[in-house]
């Protein structure tokens, strides 16, 4: 139950929860039953003050939100127990889960309201260290990303209106089964407008690799 304004409504795959997020912070669960219809399950006051982010994982187990109190919580969705309490370095300003189903450790990248870097978690909340950090990809702070299982590729989107493509895993580069070239899509066309993004959504039944969420929605070529 909501107080105020929401903020994010998340639907979970496979595990077919509600998950809903208000400006002053909370966290609600709200789990679909045989009718169709979500009852209420439970609520959390997740942060102190604005939530900047949310993210589900893949297979719809884990949730994480990302708060301007500097810290980022990471629920159990099917059991919807808060299981990890995170403070990172730079203030949290976007999270994303990018592991695939049936993975054995859970991945969370968090990029930061300071620079370009994304940090790359343990999303178990075993330890306050990132597994690694992605560096020199974005040179302004990222604001939006989404995970592909099928590519195993992360897209991130900056400030500036730069769109990157980038394993979670391995080297970190860009996948070899996306494009070739930067040049052979219209992802500049964002960059040279300067877009303010809202929200990357991958589109599994178009077979798109991404879709963006602007002010205006706007599907990108050449994925």
């Known amino acids: ?29 709200w789990k679909k039953v045989a009718s169709g219809d979500v009852e209420f399950v439970k609520e959390f006051k997740a942060h102190n003050g604005e939530i900047r982010s949310v993210s589900v994982s893949w297979d719809g187990r884990n949730f994480a939100s990302a708060g301007a109190d500097g810290s980022i919580k990471i629920w159990d969705v099917v059991t919807f127990d808060l299981v990890a309490v995170m403070s990172v370095e730079k203030s949290p300003g976007v999270v994303c889960w990018c592991h695939s189903r049936g993975a054995g450790v859970p991945l969370l990248a968090v990029g930061n309201v300071v620079d370009g870097e994304i940090a790359v978690f343990d999303g178990r909340g075993e330890g306050q260290e990132p597994l690694h950090v ?68 991958v589109d599994v039944f178009l077979q798109k690799l991404g879709k963006i969420r602007t002010d205006v929605d706007h599907d990108i070529s050449g994925w």
Request: negative net charge.
């Open 134 to 201: 992605v560096k020199g990809l974005h040179r302004r702070p990222v604001v939006a990303m989404a995970f592909n299982a099928e590519y195993d590729c992360v897209i991130s989107a900056d400030e500036g209106g730069m769109v990157e493509y980038w394993r979670p895993s391995g080297n970190y580069d860009k996948p070899e089964n996306v494009f070739a070239m930067k040049s052979s899509t219209n992802l500049f066309e964002f960059k040279k407008v300067y877009l303010l993004w809202r929200e990357l959504v």
């Open 1 to 29: 139950m909501h107080k105020d304004q929401l903020a994010f409504v998340t639907f979970t795959p496979f595990t077919d929860f509600l998950i809903t997020a208000s400006i002053d912070g909370q966290v609600s669960f």
